[in-house]
């Protein structure tokens, strides 16, 4: 069955530093992923997606992403973590052939410290 | 003008009561979805909507019961509510089942069962 692995269920890292969530998935077909946020009581806000091409993807907020096919992963970074990016981030994952059925991971709190 | 919204956005309610949530969406999307968040932060799909029609309807118990009036709206009603029943549900949408676009959540009703 398909399935999305967030490893990490928090991380804290220092404002200013880098910063890389880890998702992994498995699926037995060509997947499309997503990266989403949630703010605490929020909704989740789509940071990036990627579908096809070119495997580094960039979002908002100065978010990006590599899908590496390889290692089903795909990953989050950000170069400078900034004290307003502390939220939930969630890896989702879809394919047609799985009836195009969106799954998410269990989601990274991320802390940041000032 | 807000994208996917839900009401309520709180609700409390004793068990044994039946409630309803109800999800608009202005964006011109075919695709509806329920989705509920436990409080370990674990989004699961309930049901999916394509045009007014039920594309997707995951292991729900049938006290779980959605419509879908027109392609902008998807309810949510819920009869003989049960402790186990308390989680956030998020109404989200899509252009179409399958979009690579991502999906547009709304901000969520904090369901609390008493």
């Known amino acids: 069955a398909q399935s999305v692995t967030q490893p990490d269920i928090h991380i804290t890292v220092s404002e200013g530093a880098s910063l890389e969530l880890r998702c992994n998935y498995s699926?037995?077909?060509?997947?499309?992923l997503f990266w989403y946020v949630q703010s605490p009581g929020q909704g989740l806000q789509l940071l990036l997606k990627?579908?096809?091409?070119?495997?580094l993807v960039q979002g908002i907020k100065g978010f990006e992403a590599e899908f590496k096919r390889s290692q089903s992963s795909f990953n989050l970074r950000k170069p400078s973590v900034h004290w307003s990016d502390a939220a939930e981030y969630f890896c989702?994952?879809?394919?047609?052939?799985?009836?195009?059925?969106?799954?998410f991971g269990a989601g990274t709190i991320l802390r940041v410290k000032s | 003008d807000t994208a996917v919204s839900q009401t309520p956005k709180y609700l409390v309610t004793q068990m044994g009561n039946d409630k309803s949530i109800k999800c608009e969406q202005n964006?011109?999307?075919?695709?509806m979805y329920w989705y509920k968040q436990d409080s370990k932060k674990f989004l699961k799909i309930m049901f999916s909507?394509?045009?007014?029609?039920?594309?997707i309807n995951e292991t729900v118990p049938n006290r779980f019961s959605p419509k879908s009036p027109d392609k902008a709206h998807l309810n949510l009603h819920i009869n003989s509510l049960e402790l186990g029943d308390s989680a956030v549900y998020f109404c989200?949408?899509?252009?179409?089942?399958?979009?690579?676009?991502?999906?547009?959540f709304g901000s969520g009703t904090r369901l609390t069962v008493v």
């Open positions: 989702a994952v879809g394919a047609r052939e799985y009836g195009n059925k969106l799954v």
């Open positions: 989200a949408s899509s252009q179409e089942l399958g979009s690579t676009d991502g999906y547009t």
């Open positions: 699926y037995g077909a060509t997947p499309y």
């Open positions: 964006l011109g999307h075919d695709t």
């Open positions: 990627y579908f096809s091409g070119d495997t």
């Open positions: 909507y394509n045009n007014k029609e039920l594309i």
